[in-house]
Nanobody, 123 residues
Framework: QVELAESGGGPVQPGGSLRLSCTAS????????MGWWRRAPGKQSELVAR???????DYGGFAKGRFAICGDNANHTIYLQMTKLQFEDTAVYYC?????????????????WGQGTQVTVSS
């Protein structure tokens, strides 16, 4: 089993910045990819950013140039630096972990999800 602990959300003014963190815990040997998704009220979930174990990144169109994701494989932790935040960025941000290989050798192909952290952009 994998637990994902997110932190760093909160209120911020337009144009401001926030840094989200997510750490996966459990008897983990390797995680193929981790990422951030978000869901705004009345909208579908959308990819914010994703990073693979090899360091390859992928961003949602709205995130390019404003958000940056990085990872610490040894500690199964990812960070999302968000800048130039806009009202439209208000959402619950969820951390995900994909394709986890556990220390006992078994692998899980399901995705694991955190509880989410609220980001509210308001003046």
């Amino acid at each position: 089993q994998v637990e994902l602990a997110e932190s760093g959300g909160g209120p911020v003014q337009p144009g401001g910045s926030l840094r989200l963190s997510c750490t996966a815990s459990g008897t983990i040997f390797r995680i193929d990819a981790m990422g951030w998704w978000r869901r705004a009220p009345g909208k579908q979930s959308e990819l914010v950013a994703r990073i693979t174990n090899e360091g390859e990144t992928d961003y949602g169109g709205f995130a390019k140039g404003r958000f940056a994701i990085c990872g610490d494989n040894a500690n199964h932790t990812i960070y999302l630096q968000m800048t130039k935040l806009q009202f439209e960025d208000t959402a619950v941000y969820y951390c995900s972990a994909e394709k986890v290989l556990f220390r006992d050798g078994h692998a899980s192909w399901r995705d694991f999800w955190g509880q989410g952290t609220q980001v509210t952009v308001s003046s």
